[in-house]
Structures are given as structure tokens and as C-alpha cells.
């Protein structure tokens, strides 16, 4: 009988003894992974990544963080603070050398979700020159990741002409997407490199995408082929929205755009295309446009070309073009006919502006503008965010 309960108390002690020799708690690998993501704290990732490392039988992850850790504590300078620095200089530029694809591919999938760290970690892709390249238009082309898609159109401006030669094989490229297509043909815009002309003009002869041939024409006129001008500014007004976001956009950058036409371009139903005129009216001034903008600000657009409007007029009032403005808006305010509390939102957040902060103060002795608004203040408005933003208004003018 004393043999029988030796057997079974032997099993269970060497199980014991197995349960003490694992783990306990999280592995350095999700500690290190929360320190990076979510709390951005690159020093103490680091040190749970670097263990990681040498723990994981999968490598892949630990690596990809590890690298993105050094680039945040670098950027932050946190690094620097508690005298890493040198450290985390020299394993970046190392990591960056050896980075495989896999890793990259591992860097894209951990910056897929927005975080503190994303810029840091998107950075060492560019860092890593032309065959980051290739993985960026695969992505592109392929649909992967799209959350960063916009972030890989900048990412490729950023890598430049290094990386030129790439992008016009996608450009070219029957199987790219006309869509992607437009996306590239705005990166060779930024880049600003004329070697891309001759493509340019290849693919504008090949293709029945009327939105992609303005993208091309805006661009080409950015490389100095000026004789695009007359197609672009007439482009404002083409049946096709896609032609005329392209041309609407493309407004900053044309020289001697009669204003007239711009203020014309506001009536359109698009909020991309007014968003882009109005942008554009803040370099082709002309104070006829002020009536055309405050409408914006009242009208029934998204929030786009109303912030836009916010910003363009305080142009205007920077330049003397918007006089007596601030007593305009604040009549229109405090008389009730804007019922759509956003709007009213809006045009105090113009009020807040410092030229018009000046208007206001300049009324004291004949139309006390701020104590209207103060009366509107206490008594009228309703809505707690416009009210909030009433009281901003008010403490900036005391």
C-alpha cells in the first residue's frame, strides 16, 4: 500500500515542479509591445523588447518594435534625456540596414492602427530608401493597409526622386488602377522632378479617365509645362466632378487666375471643389469674394469649406480686405437667422481670428459689439458649444 502512494505523490511533486519553472504573468514581449503602443513609452519598451528578442522563437515581432521603439525615443528625445542616445542612434541605423521585408511588412501591420508611434515607425520605411519603395506601391496597387494610404502617397514624396523610376513603372503600369494612378500622378507632383514629364504625357495619351487627364495636366503645368494653364482654370467648371476637384485643387499653384472665375467656382454643390477654390482665393485675393465666403459659412457644406472660409477671410482681415466685417458677422449671429447651431459655431470661430478681434474692439464707443455679444451670450444662445465658444470670444476681448 506504501508503494502505491509513493507513485501518485512523485507525479504530483514533478508537476509542481514543472509549474514553477513557467512564466508568470505577461511575456516581455506584450509588455514591451503596451509600453510602445500604448503608453509610448520607448525606454521601457525597449528593455522588455530587447529580452524578447532573445526569448521569442518568432523574432519578426520583437524586431519590428524594437526598431520603432529606438526611433521614438530618438524623436522624443527621451533617448537623450537619460543618455541613450548614442545607443539608440547607432541600433537604428544598424536595424535599418538589415531590415527584411518581413520586417517590414510586420512595421506596416503593427502601424495599421493609429498611435502615438506611427510617425516614428513610418519613418523608418523611408529611411530605408528604394526597397521600402517597392513595398509602399504594392500596398498601394494591391489595396493592403489601407488606413495608410494616405500616409504612403507623403512617405514616397518624402523618399523623392530615389525612388522615381519605381513609381512611373506603377504609373504605366496597365494593371495599376486608375484611382492609384491619380495617387501617384499627385506624388511626382510634390517630388517636382521633370524627368517624370515624358511618362506623363505617354499616359495622358493612353487614357479615357478624364479626372486622371486634369491630374496629369496639373501636374505637368507644376513640371513647367505651362500651355496647361487655359485647360486647367477651365476645368473649374467641367461637368465631370473629378475634373473639377483636380482643377480646383491645382488653383494654389496656377499663376494670375482671375479671381472672378474662383468666386464663380463657389456655387458648385462639391465640398471638395469649393474647399479648394476657397483655399486658392487666400493667394488670388480679391475683396468681391468676401460676400461668396460669409454665404459659405452659412450654407449647407460640410465643415470643410467653412473652415477654409475661417481661414481665407482671416487672411482678408490680416490685409485690409474684409472691413467692417467683424460687425457684419455679428449681426448675422445675434439676429437669429442662422438657425443650424454648427454655422453658428462657425461664425464665432471667425470672430475669435485677431483681425476681427481688433474690429470688435474698435467698436466700443459708437456699436459696443461686445457687449451685444455678451447680451447674446447670457440671454439667447442656446447650444453649449457655441456658448463655450461665445465665452473664448468674450475672455479674448477683455
Not at 201 to 230: A, V, W
Not at 281 to 309: C, F, W, Y
Amino acid at each position: 500500500m506504501k508503494k502505491i502512494l509513493i507513485i501518485p505523490l512523485v507525479v504530483l511533486l514533478l508537476m509542481g515542479f514543472g509549474c514553477e519553472t513557467k512564466q508568470k504573468g505577461p511575456s516581455n514581449l506584450s509588455v514591451g509591445r503596451s509600453k510602445l503602443i500604448d503608453s509610448g513609452n520607448a525606454l521601457e519598451a525597449v528593455e522588455h523588447l530587447e529580452k524578447a528578442e532573445q526569448e521569442e522563437a518568432n523574432k519578426l515581432e520583437p524586431r519590428a518594435l524594437l526598431l520603432i521603439a529606438y526611433s521614438h525615443g530618438l524623436s522624443t528625445g527621451s533617448a537623450s534625456s537619460l543618455g541613450v542616445e548614442a545607443k539608440f542612434k547607432n541600433q537604428r541605423e544598424q536595424r535599418i540596414q538589415e531590415l527584411t521585408e518581413a520586417e517590414m511588412k510586420q512595421i506596416l501591420q503593427i502601424l495599421s492602427k493609429p498611435s502615438r508611434i506611427q510617425k516614428d515607425g513610418l519613418q523608418v520605411l523611408v529611411d530605408k530608401g528604394p526597397e521600402a519603395t517597392v513595398l509602399i506601391l504594392d500596398s498601394l496597387t494591391k489595396g493592403r493597409y489601407p488606413t495608410l494610404h494616405s500616409n504612403f502617397a507623403q512617405m514616397l514624396v518624402q523618399l523623392g526622386s530615389e525612388g522615381l523610376d519605381l513609381v512611373l513603372a506603377r504609373l504605366t503600369d496597365e494593371t495599376t488602377a486608375p484611382v492609384v494612378k491619380g495617387k501617384l500622378v499627385q506624388v511626382l507632383a510634390e517630388i517636382g522632378d521633370a524627368k517624370a514629364v515624358d511618362a506623363l504625357k505617354s499616359l495622358q495619351t493612353g487614357t479615357m479617365d478624364l479626372g486622371l487627364t486634369m491630374e496629369i495636366n496639373t501636374t505637368l503645368y507644376q513640371l513647367g509645362e505651362k500651355s496647361y494653364q487655359k485647360d486647367i482654370i477651365a476645368g473649374i467648371s467641367h461637368s465631370d466632378v473629378a475634373v473639377r476637384r483636380a482643377a480646383a485643387k491645382a488653383m494654389v499653384n496656377i499663376n494670375d487666375v482671375p479671381p472672378k472665375t474662383l468666386i464663380a467656382g463657389l456655387k458648385d454643390t462639391d465640398s471638395e471643389v469649393v474647399a479648394s477654390l476657397v483655399e486658392a482665393l487666400a493667394i488670388h485675393r480679391d475683396a468681391t469674394a468676401v460676400d461668396s465666403l460669409v454665404n459659405i459659412l452659412t450654407g449647407e457644406l460640410n465643415k470643410d469649406p467653412k473652415q477654409a472660409a475661417i481661414g481665407t477671410l482671416d487672411v482678408y482681415g490680416q490685409n485690409k480686405l474684409a472691413r467692417g466685417l467683424a460687425k457684419r458677422i455679428t449681426m448675422l449671429l445675434i439676429g437669429g437667422t442662422v438657425s443650424d447651431a454648427d454655422n453658428r459655431l462657425h461664425l464665432v470661430q471667425l470672430l475669435k481670428r485677431e483681425p476681427f478681434l481688433k474690429q470688435i474692439r474698435a467698436t466700443e464707443l459708437y456699436d459696443n459689439l461686445e457687449f451685444k455679444l455678451y447680451e447674446y451670450h447670457r440671454e439667447t444662445e442656446q447650444s453649449e458649444l457655441v456658448r463655450t465658444s461665445l465665452k473664448q470670444l468674450l475672455d479674448a476681448l477683455q
